[in-house]
């Protein structure tokens, strides 16, 4: 009975997700990247000598790296997104990396869309598209790559999407 529940549940929904296990040791290897660079001046000033590192070295990258961490914890990441046809709404549910799960439903006559595309070339390779999901005027939720995981296409189907099922007064 289930498995029938959810494949009709399925048929009148599109659904899109995010791997958040791949996403989160990505972030954290990127994090990790830096901290022997942090390492390196102390070390630097310990073989030879050199006066590199002053008296607030190692507190300027505590407070570098409490800081990045703070922010990696804090940006609410895109956990599923589903388009339920039926009722005529979209489904955000995310997530942030302390495993709050927060669930919001979008009437697609209220939802607005903000489409962001990058300027530069530099822009072009680390944030290919930007989405900014509106419910009224309210910032619901700003999805892009480098944050989500989600690749460029993907990211392209949902813009699609959201203009095929909601007609939104897109801003670009």
């Given at each position: 009975m ?5 494949k ?104 607005n ?16 598209l930007t989405?900014t ?40």
């Amino acid at each position: 009975m289930r498995r029938i529940l959810t494949k009709t549940f399925q048929a009148r929904m599109l659904h899109y997700k995010t791997d958040l296990r791949a996403l989160k040791k990505k972030v954290l290897k990127d994090w990790l990247f830096f901290l022997p660079v942090y390492g390196l001046l102390p070390a630097i000033d310990f073989v030879f000598k050199t006066d590199l590192v002053w008296e607030s070295y190692y507190f300027v990258v505590g407070a570098l790296s409490l800081s990045s961490l703070v922010d990696l914890y804090s940006k609410r990441r895109l956990h599923q997104l589903f388009f339920d046809t039926q009722r005529k709404e979209i489904i955000i549910e995310t997530n942030t990396f302390g495993n709050h799960l927060k669930r919001q439903a979008i009437p697609f006559s209220e939802t607005n869309l903000q489409v962001s595309r990058p300027v530069t070339k530099f822009q072009m390779k680390e944030i290919p598209l930007t989405l900014t999901f509106y419910h009224k005027r309210k910032e619901v939720l700003r999805i892009n790559n480098h944050k989500d995981g989600l690749p460029p296409e993907t990211l392209e189907e949902i813009r699609e999407k959201v203009v095929a099922y909601c007609n939104p007064n897109l801003a670009s």
